[in-house]
């Protein structure tokens, strides 16, 4: 059934660049555990060990707030379509943002997007691909545009004072230094 290895090979990045959708999962050493589901072109496979996903504003910032005390995160790839596998890649992040140096270099990897407030860099020290047929089927129609539509009428000072409001405390009460 399920295996593990050291780094995500060719087939299992193809595998990850067919999925529209995918799963982080953070945890602070106290509190809740946050899982989020992610879309839009935001993730990219560097190399065997390294991925970074674009993260864009939205209605909280926990794994911001659980770096900031556990590096710790989970990836999680689901085949909704075609052959059923579960990719989970686990290991260490680090939030890059703006204010840091390599920010611009990795943001180019990305397209455009309004809201963009970090990116997050995952060292990858184990892959586990695993069955997935108790997975459901479901029919990708496409991309939501509700979230970049919201972000442009805000503006970016909109998005800025929107961070200061919204997105400087997680659930659990702590304090995010980022964006």
């Known amino acids: 059934m399920g295996k593990k290895y050291d780094s995500i090979s060719q087939k299992h990045r193809e595998f990850i660049e067919r999925q529209k959708i995918f799963f982080v999962a953070t945890a602070a050493p106290e ?4 899982l989020s589901p992610k879309g839009m072109d935001t993730l990219r ?3 065997g060990n390294r991925v970074i996903w674009l993260n864009v504003t ?3 910032n926990e794994t911001a707030a659980h770096l900031q005390e556990s590096p710790r995160m989970t990836i999680m790839f689901a085949s909704f379509e075609g052959d059923p596998k579960i990719l989970r890649l686990y290991g260490e992040a680090k939030a890059v943002c703006e204010k840091d140096e390599e920010w611009n270099e990795l943001l180019e990897l990305f397209p455009p997007l309004p809201g ?3 990116i997050f860099d995952l060292k990858v020290d184990l892959v586990h691909t695993s069955c997935g047929m108790s997975v459901p089927l479901f029919e990708y129609k496409g991309e ?3 979230l970049n539509r919201w972000a442009e009428k805000k503006g970016e000072e909109g998005i800025k004072k929107y961070w200061e409001e919204r997105n400087r405390v997680s659930l659990d009460g702590k304090s995010i230094s980022t964006p």
């Open 116 to 118: 963009a407030r970090q």
């Open 58 to 60: 939205g209605s909280a």
């Open 31 to 34: 509190g809740r555990v946050n």
């Open 45 to 47: 496979v560097l190399s």
């Open 144 to 146: 939501r545009e509700d």
